[in-house]
């Protein structure tokens, strides 16, 4: 049994956490200079916890507070491997206490720094609940920036500076020579942004999505991580190309416009491609895999549980017009429409008959307008009810 597992298995460990006293704290430092060369290791696990501490908003059980340790061992475990423990762990604390984060708020990735100029981001299938209500964008870790409520946009300068809704600059701190940081840009439901990347690519975040990217572009690609979904207008690279990674696949490209919808709950991941050229692989893919090349006007369908891909001629519109405010659909299961709206408004619908979710609805919901507008608009669609029961929850009848 390793250092880090004997310590959670020790009850005195999480007093010290989360109950600490002055005969707690003596025990725990006589116990670490005694033990000079597992010192660090447990100092670091004891941190990371308490990172997470910050952001979690309910009392943890204590199941749940050994879960939460061995979640911290396992990615520990996986930095001293991958780096044959020729650095200290103290070179990796903002990327690890961004994947805590990530954890506590739904998200299903970590970040090491491995022998690279830019962290790699290494995928966890893991998904828990969400529980950040408002859009942040967090910088490495230097501080979080709240976000404007429903329309956010930022843009980075070639400088790393940041400016926010075309008014509010945040100067860069970063020393240019030492390794970018990690910012994650965090957009619950209810609300959506805009961020054009220091490279010049635009993004458009979806309702209950998260993007995560380095500073600075500085490897041989350039590559971010999406949970939920976004469209991507890619500023043009061959000597970089541009890589999306979901926790299921990952798609290159040097030059394009696509839209990559990947929320952990749903049973696919969906890359449509508007112009230009990408590749899809799946993110375990063996060596000798081929990816799948898309042609403008297709849909790659990545089904989660067979891990097969497959793909078919669409229209383009009906799966990128929500970056103008736009649902567009041609013969939609009711189902696929209302998941959409209840992302976008973050509110909840349920039916008083499930079978008329199968119900198939043509048309386009101009979702700028008044909730109550285009409520009436579905209504018409489907010959249905709409009635609000509560703030944000509605029944279809």
């Known amino acids: 049994m390793n250092i880090y597992n004997r310590i959670i298995e020790n009850p005195l460990f999480f007093k010290w956490v989360f109950h600490p006293s002055p005969e707690i704290n003596a025990y725990w430092n006589h116990f670490l200079d005694k033990n ?63 994947a805590i984060l990530f954890l506590s708020i739904g998200g299903s990735l970590v970040y090491l720094y491995m022998e690279s100029r830019q962290p790699q981001i290494i995928v966890d299938n893991s998904v828990l609940p969400a529980q950040v209500q408002e859009p942040v964008l967090i910088l490495g870790d230097r501080e979080q920036i709240a976000l404007n409520r429903g329309e956010s946009q930022l843009e980075y300068s070639k400088e790393g500076d940041i400016i926010l809704n075309e008014e509010q600059t945040i100067i860069s701190e970063e020393d240019k020579n030492a390794s970018p940081e990690m910012n994650t840009l965090v957009i619950p439901y209810g609300n959506r942004s805009v961020v054009i990347l220091g490279d010049g690519t635009k993004v458009w975040l979806n309702a209950g999505s998260r993007l995560i990217y380095p500073s600075r572009f500085v490897d041989n690609t350039r590559e971010v991580f999406l949970v939920g979904e976004a469209f991507f207008d890619v500023q043009e690279n061959e000597k970089q190309p541009f890589v999306v990674k979901t926790s299921d696949v990952k798609v290159q490209v040097l030059g394009t416009r696509f839209n990559v919808s990947a929320y952990p709950e749903d049973y696919s991941v969906q890359t449509v491609l ?52 736009l649902f567009s659909f041609s013969n939609t299961d009711l189902n696929r429409i209302v998941k959409k709206l209840e992302r976008y408004y973050n509110i909840r619908f349920q039916f008083d008959d499930p079978f008329k979710g199968v119900i198939q609805v043509s048309g386009k919901l101009d979702v700028t307008k008044e909730r109550v507008e285009v409520f009436e608009y579905l209504e018409k669609l489907t010959g249905l009810k709409i009635i609000q029961i509560s703030d944000r929850q509605y029944v279809i009848k």
């Open 36 to 98: 000079p060369d597992d010192a660090e290791k447990i100092t670091e696990l004891k941190i990371q916890i308490e990172i997470h501490l910050k952001y979690e908003e309910k009392i943890l059980t204590e199941a749940e507070k050994k879960a939460l340790a061995k979640r911290i061992v396992r990615m520990l475990e996986q930095t001293d491997r991958k780096r044959g423990r020729t650095r200290t762990l103290r070179n990796m604390i903002r990327y690890v206490a961004i």
């Open 274 to 325: 508007a112009e230009g050229s990408v590749e899809i692989k799946r993110v375990n893919a063996t060596l000798f895999e081929k990816g799948i090349r898309l042609s403008p006007g297709y849909l790659a369908y990545f089904n989660k549980k067979n891990q097969e891909t497959r793909t078919q001629q669409v229209n383009v519109e009906h799966y990128t017009l929500w970056t103008e405010g």
